[in-house]
């Protein structure tokens, strides 16, 4: 007979550390919480830091819908080397002398990637090729493109701009900066098409996401916090934070766990809303399809 688990159920935010994959603080949360039912909304590069959004349990099923909510960065661009990962983690491929690029240059350049744009991811990631991940593939040196992507940008800002002198000697300039994307955005990405069209070539340094939809840095804890005590957000809490909210009553719930799609003219025209009933309880995601809620996750 299969064990039944006694793990939370809710949202556990982190604050990621340096050197740890996503899947590395997934391993140690389903430690911690005492299940194998963890997963997370939305993966951070290893030399990235900042808020990962784990689920446990039921919330799991919240997590391909919060992945898709708009996410916020601070970082550091390097203008005058490339390199074959687009940060600091691969090899120095080009280096050019940055010190002639002006601030209107690079203003220019963030205005070119702003907004709706098409993006090609960076080929060091996660993206499935023929059902291959894109980094296995440059491990294994195939020669292979990647499609660019619509992406939005809603804001991408310069706060400081530093000259500085690379380990080889090629001066570059370290731009400060921070940027409010939607889910998808390789800020790796921007940084390597920054230097590219100011033609010197660029790179992420650091980075660190403060935000991933209503999820902060104030409410993010790090690991050792976590291990001292695991601090969840409930369901039904993270959903209302997340999603628009629908109460229903009694005979309403009923009929929704009963698989009938209610009608529903008032849900929000595009995304999930998050229905409860009576009793506070969360009990699906749902989304309008002419005019009915049709269910996208059911948690009662």
């Not at 290893?46 to 808020?51: D, E, I, L, N």
């Not at 689920?55 to 601070?74: F, P, Q």
């Not at 939809?213 to 969840?232: C, F, I, N």
């Amino acid at each position: 007979m299969k064990r039944r688990s006694t793990g939370p159920d809710g949202l556990v935010i982190v604050d990621k550390p340096a050197g740890f994959t996503s899947h590395d603080v997934v391993a140690k949360m389903r430690g911690m919480a005492g299940t194998r039912r963890v997963g997370h909304a939305g993966t951070l590069d290893p030399m990235a830091t900042g808020v990962l959004v784990l689920g446990v349990e039921k919330a799991t099923k919240l997590l391909g819908h919060l992945a898709l909510t708009e996410k916020e960065y601070v970082g550091t661009v390097r203008l005058g080397q490339t390199t074959v990962t687009d940060d600091a983690e691969g090899e120095i491929t080009a280096s050019a002398d940055a010190s002639g690029v002006s601030r209107a240059d690079i203003d220019a350049g963030i205005a070119r990637l702003t907004g709706a744009i098409m993006q090609v991811p960076s080929k060091v990631s996660a993206i499935k090729v023929d059902g291959k991940r894109s980094y296995s593939r440059v491990r294994e040196g195939e020669e292979f493109e990647l499609a660019a992507r619509p992406v939005t940008v809603s804001s991408f800002v310069v706060y400081d701009v530093r000259e500085e002198t690379a380990e080889d000697g090629t001066a570059v300039l370290d731009l400060l900066v921070s940027v409010v994307c939607s889910s998808g955005t390789y800020i790796r990405a921007l940084a390597r098409d920054l230097g590219a069209g100011l033609g010197v070539g660029g790179h992420l340094t650091a980075l660190r996401r403060t935000r991933v939809g209503p999820y902060g840095l104030d409410r993010a804890r790090t690991l050792d916090e976590h291990q001292e005590s695991l601090t969840v957000l409930p369901i039904a809490e993270a959903a209302a934070a997340a999603f628009p909210r629908w109460d229903v009553d009694e005979k309403q719930a009923r009929l929704l766990a009963n698989g009938v799609r209610l009608a529903a003219p008032g849900l929000a025209a595009s995304g999930p809303t998050a229905v409860f009933g009576p009793d506070g309880r969360l009990l699906a995601l749902v989304e309008d399809a002419a005019g009915k809620a049709k269910s996208l996750a059911v948690f009662a």
